[in-house]
């Protein structure tokens, strides 16, 4: 079946530092990617997505590389803010969009 | 611009009573989707319905555990004499017809005691 293993946390970063957040997965077939941020006090919102292998999700100074041959697609951003302070969770999907297999979070805290 | 909204928040129960989890989607949001997140692991696809209707309820455990989406009002995700091993956050999240990016609620929280 589909997994999602994602760098264990809670990581804590000084403001303008560079983030890395690991994330692997399993699945059968070729999946779509997403990354999934969660702010204090909000929802889950998507945070950016990739289809295809090699294709690169970016949002908000976050990018992440959709790696076929390490079944993988970390996030990064190379100088944090404090603003940037959540939980990130690592999805997948295959067949359908919405049966999202995801991660157990990432909670990162960045410090002024 | 409101969200979607998800009560309680937090709800506790004794085990073998009720819990019903109500969630109201982004307005203009007809699809609606339940994952539940259990200590230390990812979030897990539940079910997911559009009005009136169950389309996917692959994710949702045979028994004591059932969904509604009705006409009017909030989808309620209802758990019939709960254990303590329902312990844990139920999300739910809309999405609108013509897309699929979900959005997604804060979260109830469930604690069986």
Known sequence: ?112 | NAGVMQNPRHLVRRRGQEARLRCSPVKGHSHVYWYRQLPEEGLKFMVYLQKENIIDESGMPKERFSAEFPKEGPSILRIQQVVRGDSAAYFCASSPPSTGELFFGEGSRLTVL
């Open chain 1, 1 to 112: 079946g589909n997994s999602v293993t994602q760098m264990e946390g809670p990581v804590t970063l000084s403001e303008e530092a560079f983030l890395t957040i690991n994330c692997t997965y399993t699945a059968t077939g070729y999946p779509s990617l997403f990354w999934y941020v969660q702010y204090p006090g909000e929802g889950l919102q998507l945070l950016l997505k990739a289809t295809k292998a090699d294709d690169k999700g970016s949002n908000k100074g976050f990018e992440a590389t959709y790696r076929k041959e390490t079944t993988s697609f970390h996030l990064e951003k190379g100088s944090v803010q404090v603003s940037d302070s959540a939980v990130y969770f690592c999805a997948l999907s295959d067949v359908n969009d919405y049966k999202l297999s995801f991660g157990a979070g990432t909670t990162v805290t960045v410090r002024a």
